[in-house]
């Protein structure tokens, strides 16, 4: 079955629109949103909806929505990321209920792509989860590498709302063609990645990419129309 997965908790109050159409999700923990009492909120509707629950540990960055790289050092970085997965983690458990996986968020995430040492230093920040929770990562990527050597549970990650590069990177939020709104131009560019395993760039060329999950962003526009297309027009694969 498709799996699908939204990043909620982010002061957007649709996720009781969203959960009964995904099957797992990434909760702001602290980090570029969410407090709480929206984890709290998070947790309860996931339960309610049978979602999966992830970590979405980000840089401490509200300002910036955690979507630009900041300054920050090694060890305050690694303070905030297990901070906000702990917080997530004990509310989960409160409730009876285990996490899933990590996502890192935003500039974190994107930036490890292509950095390995942040992706180095990322993952031994959170090697004490190693045996315990999956992590979303993309294809191709530095992270994925070396979180294969290192024995990490791994689940490829693809964007159904966002275009790629040639290097498999996404666009640049601050470029015009970054998103896809469109629910059409969503079920189009996700036919190539579901049917044959390759994403056309923004160049026009094909790459091969790999996916066990397909992200689509809760703040994206039309992501509810976004999600319900994609729910039925793949529903069976």
Sequence with gaps: MLNINCDLGEGLNNEHLIMP?????NIASGGHAGNTKSMIE???????????????PSYPDRLNFGRKKMEISKP?????IITQIESLETIASSYGKKLHHIKA??????????????????????????SKYSIYIPYKSEIEKLASKRGFD???????DRNYNDNLSLVSREKENALINDPKEVINHLTSIIESNAVKT?????????????CIHSDTNNSIQILKEINKVFKNR
Excluded: P, Q
Excluded at 21 to 25: A, D, F, K, Q
Excluded at 123 to 130: G, N, S, W
Excluded at 154 to 160: A, H, S
Excluded at 202 to 214: L, P
């Design 21 to 25: 159409l995904i099957n797992s999700c």
């Design 42 to 56: 998070c947790v309860e509707i996931s339960i309610r909806c049978n979602v999966e629950i992830g970590a979405h």
């Design 76 to 80: 305050e970085l690694s303070y905030s």
């Design 105 to 130: 968020h935003g500039a974190l995430y994107n930036k490890m792509i292509s950095d390995i040492d942040l992706a180095d230093f990322y993952l031994d920040t959170i090697k004490e989860y190693k």
């Design 154 to 160: 791994i689940i490829y990650e693809v964007f159904g």
């Design 202 to 214: 923004i160049s026009g060329d094909t790459r091969e990419i790999k996916f066990d999950t397909i």
